[in-house]
């Protein structure tokens, strides 16, 4: 079984277009991120959200919004879509236990974006 | 500001050994990952050092000095199968991960 799946793993689209990538952990955690990774491979918080907290990157345009149906899920949607926005998006989840987070993380597969 | 650095990239031969390095600098620090990410997959995760000394893990190795803000990855007897980029992330007061750009790792014959 996957631990974390998203979708599409491709996902090819026109300037101005809304898409949305979805993720899913079968983990149990209790954390979720999106990370974007860009053409020089750095790996860039978007977003982290679990029960309790959405922190957001403030250098994310508002244009990508993430939505939580519940703990297993983190999709992330964006809107007007931009040249700049073409990278590879990771889903990822982490288990945070009280006070003492390791920080490991459990990385999908990715979700390579081009926009047109 | 907060940064991570670590080489570009890196040429070794397949059997040797090879140390990647990373420097860091962070709003306090709980701990330096290191992560391996095959070209066009997920980065997965190696190691996790927060107390300064060598952490061995079979052919792979982790180095953490505190006061210096610096850490090593050492791959030994590589394979070809090594070959990818390596990351090194440092975990901050806020329990936040900043990731350096990667080191990518050739090994050749």
């Known amino acids: 079984d996957t631990a974390v799946s998203q979708t599409p793993k491709y996902l090819v689209t026109q300037m101005g277009n809304d898409k949305s990538i979805k993720c899913e952990q079968n983990?149990?955690?209790?954390?979720m991120y999106w990370y974007k990774q860009d053409s020089k491979k750095f790996l860039k918080i978007m977003f982290s959200y679990n029960n309790k907290e959405l922190i957001i990157n403030e250098t994310v345009p508002n244009r990508f919004s993430p939505k939580s149906p519940d703990k297993a899920h983190l999709n992330l949607h964006i809107n007007s879509l931009e040249l700049g926005d073409s990278a590879v998006y990771f889903c990822a989840s982490s288990q945070e236990g009280g006070e003492i987070n390791t920080g490991e993380l459990f990385f999908g597969e990715g979700s390579r974006l081009t926009v047109l | 500001g907060q940064n991570i650095d670590q080489p570009t990239e890196m040429t070794a031969t397949e059997g040797a050994i090879v140390q990647i390095n990373c420097t860091y600098q962070?709003?306090?620090?709980?701990?330096l990952f290191w992560y391996q990410q095959h070209a066009g997959e997920a980065p997965t995760f190696l190691s996790y050092n927060v107390l300064d000394g060598l952490e061995e893990k079979g052919r792979f190795s982790s180095f953490l000095s505190r006061s210096k803000g610096y850490s090593y990855l050492l791959l030994k007897e590589l394979q070809m199968k090594d070959s990818a980029s390596y990351l090194c992330?440092?975990?901050?007061?806020?329990?936040?991960?900043?990731w350096g750009a990667g080191t990518k790792l050739i090994i050749k014959p």
């Open positions: 983990l149990g955690h209790d954390t």
């Open positions: 962070t709003s306090g620090f709980n701990g």
């Open positions: 992330a440092a975990l901050d007061s806020n329990y936040q991960l900043i």
